[in-house]
């Protein structure tokens, strides 16, 4: 199964994206977590990456498919892998088709649909854990204990694109620039939205349902 994510930020993907990734047994291929990593590890991707990824902007094109070109080349991606984040451009999708071949048979894109004034509120109680990636909501799915993962103990944080500024650029990043790729998707009867209002496992199981089915 080779799945891309869409979705605005705070839409859930990344969870979403985690869970059926585990579900599959396939890798979970998140570009902006590579992307935390290069910053956190001070590569020189990482430097150039760390200040746009701040403003909300998004990394130039050139340097993603170069780290998606690298990433889906290693063993475990070629039993299939589910895509978060990448594509986000009409660029990346169209060089993405060259990398899988442009099966329609084997690629299915999931759109998860939530409205803009439902992300605000959403990221701004958002936590992550810098070590594993693993995600918090404040309100929904607090760690167990306060403040820190319920994985490894290390304490939640907020992502430094998680404030407000950074997220209404990246929601119109997400319009200007993502929402096309989604109707490039649409346009090749592979898309197929689910609603992502709801608890987690609600969600979760719309996905399924959505992949179950045969095309949309
Ligand atoms: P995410 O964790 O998917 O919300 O990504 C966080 C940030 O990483 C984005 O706001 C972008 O700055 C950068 N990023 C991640 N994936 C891409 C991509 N495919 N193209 C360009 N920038 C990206």
């Known amino acids: 199964m080779k799945i891309i994510f869409i979705g605005p930020p705070g839409s859930g993907k990344g969870t979403q994206a985690k869970r059926l990734a585990s579900r599959l047994a396939v890798p979970h291929i998140s570009t902006g977590d590579m992307l935390r990593e290069a910053v956190a590890a001070g590569t020189p991707v990482g430097q150039k990456a760390a200040s746009i990824m701040a403003s909300g902007a998004l990394v130039p094109d050139d340097v993603m498919i170069e780290i998606i070109n690298d990433r889906l080349a290693q063993p475990d991606a070629q039993k299939g892998f589910i895509l978060d984040g990448f594509p986000r451009t009409l660029v990346q999708a169209e060089k993405l088709d060259g990398l899988v071949g442009n099966g329609k048979s084997e690629l299915r894109v999931l759109q998860l ?3 803009d004034d439902a992300i605000v509120r959403r990221i701004t109680l958002r936590r992550t854990c810098p070590q594993c990636g693993a995600i918090y909501h404040l309100e929904n ?14 304490e939640v944080i907020a992502r430094p694109d998680d404030n407000e500024e950074a997220v209404r650029k990246r929601l119109d990043v997400f319009h200007r620039d993502t929402v096309p790729v989604a109707s490039y998707y649409k346009a090749k009867s592979i898309l197929r939205e689910v609603d992502g209002i709801g608890p987690v496992d609600e969600v979760f199981e719309r996905i399924e349902k959505s992949l179950a089915h045969g095309s949309s």
Request: charged content about 30%; hydrophobic content about 30%.
């Open 141 to 154: 799915s607090r760690p167990a204990s306060d403040s820190v993962c319920d994985r490894d103990g290390v």
């Open 113 to 115: 649909l939530v409205p």
